[in-house]
């Protein structure tokens, strides 16, 4: 066995005694090793291999199979432009806490600096964002190199997983192998290379990984932490975004919860908790004294404004906060049991019936935004069991603000650095984690996301014939362009001659004929009626069912919904 073959070979089989269940691939000359690893893995079914043609859009799976699984999900490439593509995933890992593993294959250091093909510096490559970064030494030789192979491998997944260093993320190996990247005896077996039996056994007994590399992570970062010296019997309101992977499942009882859609909290927040906080800054309603940080919440300026507020005490959680914290949080650590005054309380729910009622009857009403009476009605209509990943942009938003919080769903977005990319690329990978999770159980997958989006990462929708195919409905949003941007201060009037344009970008794209070319079956929803008939499709692959709507009037329907709530306040 060459060294290349062996090196790739231990580093795989390290992987699977490390907890990895799922690998993602993309083709390339210096990766060949990996990839023979890999598919020999899959073929013995030690791990499930998916191979995508695009390097963007595999680092997105990778990322979705982690976002749901809360396991490492390494993704392997080729060297130069190809890792460099992995960027954006590795960013979103970085500030969601999500266990990706960059594992780039790279030209032995003496090609790198003299114009070798493919060849840039790989190392660095994703500045800061990794929680741990290693570049491994070319194997010379095939015996006797195993534990520090091993070694390296165990370490970078304990640090993906958060169980080294306390916070999951995104951990990059670089791989220089040197030729022959061939194996010249594919029968060969580890046992071959003569040294696996030093390796010392994991926890659970089986062979081969180091004691603390084993899965899961520890779940209870409140266990250690110190009391938050807040006062419980205060107006105290619990805000919730995202959490990392692995992150406990919430803070104790006793107040009003305001949660994002994709935090652990939402099934039991409060429906119109973000019209309620603007209410609270516009006097209509008595706005807290103090504030519970629950994870990262990033959807809502109202939010930013009350956490920002130097009037609100804000803590935090331990072990739910993301990549950063706001600068007001004045500590991080094990909350009381809340018990905030009754009054202050009765106001908050009478206020939830009122803006839920009058938001009902606001959402009914012609001109009314597709996107939120569309929120409303998929959270309504998914089957119990589903998951759901939420598109950055409207979509997300359009959720939070309409629909109304519900059991048995797992919710998902990409909420780390909220960029449209990869979307329709972590929603096959969650939908692939979720049905594995299910145990054979019925356990669709589900996405609302806007047209720019799934155009986007269309490659995301190539999958070869002996791909694993996700049991995956996406619901798109097609208003031809950015509807978010009419939302926005450039959407205003006075701006109207630049935004179609620059903000707008129509792209006249006809969703049925790019499914039609791509082999996903699709189905148009022009009545919301329609919609769970739509979705009542299950089975193996991706479907697409587009929803037609337009952009002009949709800063006029908001606007007329948030006066609807602000009167009823009134």
């Known amino acids: 066995m060459n060294p290349s073959t062996a090196q790739a070979q231990v580093l795989v089989d390290e992987l699977v005694r490390c907890g990895v269940t799922e690998a993602v691939l993309c083709p390339g000359s210096r990766n060949a090793p990996l990839s023979f690893a890999l598919h020999r893995a899959d073929a013995a079914g030690r791990l499930r291999l998916h191979v995508r043609i695009d390097e963007r859009t595999a680092a997105f799976l990778a990322l979705g199979l982690a976002l749901r699984s809360g396991r490492a999900v390494p993704v392997a490439c080729t060297s130069g432009t190809a890792a460099a593509n992995l960027h954006p995933a590795v960013l979103e890992a970085a500030y969601a806490g999500v266990p990706l ?40 030789r095939a015996a006797g190199q195993q534990a520090g192979w091993r070694a390296s491998v165990a370490k970078a997944v304990a640090v993906a997983v958060g169980r080294v260093g306390g916070r999951p993320g995104p951990v990059h190996v670089n791989v220089p192998f040197a030729e022959p990247l061939m194996p010249d005896d594919p029968a060969a077996d580890l046992a071959d290379l003569g040294d696996s039996a030093n390796w010392p056994e994991s926890l659970d007994g089986r062979p081969g990984s180091a004691p603390w590399t084993v899965f899961p992570p520890p779940l209870d970062a409140q266990r250690d932490a110190p009391p938050l010296p807040l006062d419980p019997d205060l107006p105290t309101l619990v805000v919730a975004g995202g959490v990392p992977t692995g992150a406990i499942p919430g803070p104790p009882a006793g107040a009003p919860v305001v949660a994002e859609p994709n935090s652990p909290l939402w099934p039991g927040a409060l429906r119109t908790g973000p019209w309620l906080v603007d209410a609270a800054a516009d006097g209509q309603l008595p706005g807290p004294a103090q504030v519970l940080l629950h994870g990262r919440p990033t959807l809502h300026r109202s939010i930013a404004r009350l956490l920002a507020d130097d009037q609100v005490a804000v803590y935090a959680v331990a072990g739910t906060v993301g990549a950063e914290l706001p600068p007001s949080v004045r500590a991080v650590g094990r909350p009381p049991r809340l018990r905030p005054p009754p009054d202050w309380c009765a106001r908050w729910s009478a206020a939830e019936q009122l803006v839920g009622d009058a938001l009902d009857k606001a959402l009914a009403e012609p001109g009314a935004p597709t996107g939120q009476r569309l929120a409303a009605a998929l959270i309504t209509a998914l089957p119990p069991g589903a998951l759901l990943l939420l598109g950055s942009s409207n979509p997300v938003r359009d959720v939070s603000l309409a629909a109304r919080p519900r059991t048995g769903l797992t919710v998902l977005a990409n909420r780390g650095v909220a960029g449209i990319d990869g979307t329709v690329s972590t929603s096959t990978g969650a939908a692939l984690a979720h049905a594995s999770a299910a145990g054979g159980r019925a356990a669709p997958g589900y996405a609302l996301i806007g047209d720019l989006t799934v155009l986007h990462d269309l490659t995301g929708l190539v999958l070869g014939p002996d ?68 979705l009542g499709g299950v089975g193996d692959g991706v479907r697409l069912v587009e929803v037609p709507a337009s952009r002009k009037g949709l800063r006029e329907g908001h606007a007329a919904v948030r006066a609807a709530v602000q009167a009823a306040l009134s």
Do not use: K, M, W
């Open 101 to 140: 593993l960059a594992l780039t294959a790279d030209r032995p250091p003496e090609l790198v600096g003299t114009g070798a093909n493919q060849t840039v510096l790989q190392p660095g490559l994703f500045g800061d964002a990794p929680r741990l970064e290693l570049s491994l030494g070319v194997a010379r």
């Open 467 to 534: 791909e694993p195919r996700p049991d995956l409905t996406l619901v798109v949003l097609n208003d031809e362009g950015g509807g978010i941007f009419s939302l926005l201060e450039q959407g205003a009037p006075e701006h109207a001659a630049s935004f179609e344009r620059v903000f707008g970008t129509p792209h006249r794209v006809r969703l049925d004929a790019v499914c039609a070319g791509l082999g996903v079956a699709y189905r148009r929803v022009d009545d919301l009626s329609a919609l769970p008939d739509a």
